[in-house]
């Protein structure tokens, strides 16, 4: 499967105490591809989102909606700001075994 980022640094979301708290996992070798549209209606506001592919082979976790996402492997405890939300998850781990994949897709 076709790959073009090193990786991604994904930090699950939880609550410990009633506060959110996040665990740092690593992805490595997926393929990372933003988009840019608008939404309809009178009042038309850009639309940034990220289309994500983690082949089988790679994944280390099965990341969830919420979950905070940033493009490249880095070491902080806690999520940076520019960091995106998972929006929706697809696991299509099925079929051959070179298309098995999880796709995601963040804003």
């Known amino acids: ?6 990786g991604i640094t994904i930090y699950e979301k939880t ?17 990372w591809q933003p988009s840019e ?6 009042d038309r506001h850009p639309q940034k989102s990220v289309f994500v592919n983690i082949p089988e082979a790679s ?9 905070r996402v940033v493009k490249g492997i880095i070491d902080d ?3 940076p ?4 939300t998972v929006m929706n998850v697809k696991d ?12 995601l897709i963040l804003e």
């Open 15 to 31: 609550v410990v105490n009633r506060a959110p708290a996040y665990i740092r996992h690593t992805t490595r070798h997926i393929y």
């Open 92 to 103: 299509l781990r099925f079929g051959s075994p070179r298309v098995r994949h999880i796709e």
């Open 59 to 67: 994944t280390t976790y099965l990341p969830k909606e919420d979950d």
């Open 1 to 6: 499967m076709f790959t073009n980022c090193e």
């Open 77 to 79: 405890e806690a999520p």
């Open 81 to 84: 700001h520019e960091a995106l």
């Open 37 to 42: 549209g608008q939404t309809g209606g009178k």
